[in-house]
């Protein structure tokens, strides 16, 4: 089945950096396009950042020149580096295989949270 499992969430001050890490096994994972989605207490989840396996990256406005996503097919990992941390990115942060059928139908991970304080 279908494993996606992320790493590298926590507790840091506005300004810091973080590293999420998500590894997936069960898809073949280097045509797969790959995304970062979050969730803040009471808000939808939200579209974060994608990956295809051609390397095309999308970024939400809101992330745009802080995050960067990345994939190693070898490692069958999906990276997200985030940088210059506000509040308002505290959130559970989800990695997803994207399916073409639409985001109900996306694989997801269990989540990470990540918090930043001000």
């Known amino acids: 089945q279908v494993q996606l499992v992320e790493s590298g969430g926590g507790l840091v001050q506005a300004g810091g950096s973080l590293r999420l890490s998500c590894v997936a096994s069960?898809?073949?994972?280097?045509?797969?396009?790959m995304g970062w989605y979050r969730q803040a207490p009471g808000n939808q989840r939200e579209l974060v950042a994608t990956?295809?396996?051609?390397?095309?990256?999308a970024y939400a406005e809101s992330v745009k020149g802080r995050f960067a996503i990345s994939r190693d097919n070898a490692k069958r990992t999906v990276y997200l580096q985030m940088n210059s941390l506000k509040p308002e990115d505290t959130a559970v942060y989800y990695c997803?295989?994207?399916?073409?059928?639409?985001?109900?139908?996306?694989?997801w991970g269990q989540g990470t949270q990540v918090t930043i304080s001000s």
């Open positions: 069960g898809i073949i994972f280097h045509i797969n396009a």
């Open positions: 990956i295809t396996s051609g390397g095309r990256i």
């Open positions: 997803a295989a994207i399916r073409p059928s639409g985001p109900g139908d996306n694989y």
